[in-house]
Each structure stands twice: as structure tokens, then as C-alpha cells.
């Protein structure tokens, strides 16, 4: 059974870092897409990295420059490393999983594999 459990989040001033983790067990197969997304209150959820085991990455356009995606397969864990964050950057942030069908990974594509989330907010 695959199990995604996010941690790291916190409360920060604006221009803060914060770097969320996200431990991954039961994976089978060398194949995935893993992903984070943030969800704010009252706002849909939308996509804010990715990374193929490939190594590919994509980011949206609002996080560009300020946060990076990671992984140490060794650790079996996944990381967002936020810095210069926001008030805007506030929302409950997942990490998701699922098998990487082509050669990137898509935020409008389905992930079957989700954590609990962790609350991220800042201040201004």
C-alpha cells in the first residue's frame, strides 16, 4: 500500500523559507510523477512542481525562481524547498504520486496517491 506523509510546514514572515518533505513507502516500479499541490481556502487546488523519475521538473508560473522540487531516492522522500515566500503562498500543500505515464509529468493529469497535507502560511 502506497503511503505519502507530508511534513515541515509551518507559519513564516513574508520573504521566509521553508522546505516541506514528503515520505513515500510501499512504492513498487521505477516509473512515477510526484507532485505538489496547495490548496488555499476557498480556492480550487492547483499544481506547484513536479518531477519525473527522469529527472524532469516543471513548476507554475507563480513559484517559478523562489521554490525548488526534490527527491532523495535513497530517503524515499520528496521536498519543496520554498524560499521568498508569500502571503499568497498560504494553502494546505500535498504531495502526490502516481505512475508516470510519458516522459514529464502534468499537473492536469490524475495522481491516485496523496498525503494528508501540511499548512503552510505566511505573513505579511
Known amino acids: 500500500q502506497v503511503q505519502l506523509v507530508e511534513s515541515g510546514g509551518g507559519s513564516v514572515q513574508s520573504g521566509g523559507s521553508l522546505r516541506l518533505s514528503c515520505v513515500v513507502s510501499?512504492?513498487?516500479?521505477?516509473?512515477?510523477?510526484m507532485a505538489w499541490f496547495r490548496q488555499a481556502p476557498g480556492e480550487e487546488r492547483e499544481g506547484v512542481a513536479s518531477?519525473?523519475?527522469?529527472?524532469?521538473?516543471s513548476y507554475a508560473e507563480s513559484v517559478k525562481g523562489r521554490f525548488t522540487i526534490s527527491q532523495d531516492n535513497a530517503k524515499n522522500t520528496l521536498y519543496l524547498q520554498m524560499n521568498s515566500l508569500k502571503p499568497e503562498d498560504t494553502a494546505m500543500y500535498y504531495c502526490?504520486?502516481?505512475?508516470?505515464?510519458?516522459?514529464?509529468?502534468?499537473?492536469?493529469?490524475?495522481?491516485?496517491?496523496w498525503g494528508q497535507g501540511t499548512q503552510v502560511t505566511v505573513s505579511s
Open positions: 518531477i519525473h523519475n527522469l529527472g524532469s521538473t
Open positions: 502526490a504520486a502516481d505512475v508516470a505515464w510519458l516522459n514529464y509529468c502534468s499537473f492536469s493529469r490524475s495522481y491516485d496517491y
Open positions: 510501499g512504492w513498487r516500479g521505477s516509473t512515477y510523477c
